[in-house]
T-cell receptor, first 114, second 111 residues
């Protein structure tokens, strides 16, 4: 499978715990995006990378959220001190820059914070 | 920043009828407008996109039209089939680096 891969598919955690998600983009894609989606809503932008550089982070994103893409390949999204409001589907997408091009999404990680 | 509004939020049609979903955007510099389909429990998938140098693009039963003056674009699905039932999202670019998505339209095609 040469598509975007995300792990884990599901994560259940208790409030206050830290969680980390992983995204493996399509191999030749240099842009990687993280979005969050709640039921009945469109994907909400969180952050994106071009190669290993984090180019933008949503102003709405709490400082409890951090993302890395250390070697310009896979990326991790960490949420510290999780809250119930963090419960959502976290989607990763990749594309081939420059400019805005087709985004290819992964299947997402469904986070439930109890 | 870019603001994308999508209507309607739900749409129910009979099999064989046409369906139209409309989106407006705010940034007149936007030049790329994709549509994504998301089936229940699955990832969003690109079904068609259009760039601002054309007014219409077709792919079999799906078409997208763009009116840059009015800053709106629409998805048209003809001869709808039950497998077209899904949530559809429009999007527009912001800052040259990311897509901003509409709120989604849940399309239900009744046999």
């Amino acid at each position: 499978d040469t598509g975007v891969s995300q792990n884990p598919r599901h994560k259940i955690t208790k409030r206050g715990q830290n969680v980390t998600f992983r995204c493996d983009p399509i191999s030749e894609h240099n842009r990687l995006y993280w979005y969050r989606q709640t039921l009945g809503q469109g994907p909400e932008f969180l952050t994106y990378f071009q190669n290993e550089a984090q180019l933008e982070k949503s102003r709405l994103l709490s400082d409890r959220f951090s993302a890395e893409r250390p070697k310009g390949s896979f990326s991790t999204l960490e949420i510290q001190r999780t809250e119930q409001g963090d419960s959502a589907m976290y989607l990763c997408a990749s594309s081939l820059a420059p400019g805005i091009e087709k985004l290819f999404f992964g299947s997402g990680t469904q986070l439930s914070v109890l | 920043g870019e603001n994308v509004e999508q209507h309607p939020s739900t749409l129910s049609v009979q099999e064989g009828d046409s369906a139209v979903i409309k989106c407006t955007y705010s940034d007149s510099a936007s030049n790329y407008f994709p549509w994504y389909k998301q089936e229940l429990g699955k990832r969003p998938q690109l079904i068609i996109d259009i760039r601002s140098n054309v007014g219409e693009k077709k792919d079999q039963r799906i078409a997208v039209t763009l009116n840059k003056t009015a800053k709106h674009f629409s998805l048209h699905i003809t001869e709808t089939q039950p497998e077209d039932s899904a949530v559809y999202f429009c999007a527009a670019p912001e800052g040259g680096g990311k897509l901003i998505f509409g709120q989604g339209t849940e399309l239900s095609v009744k046999p």
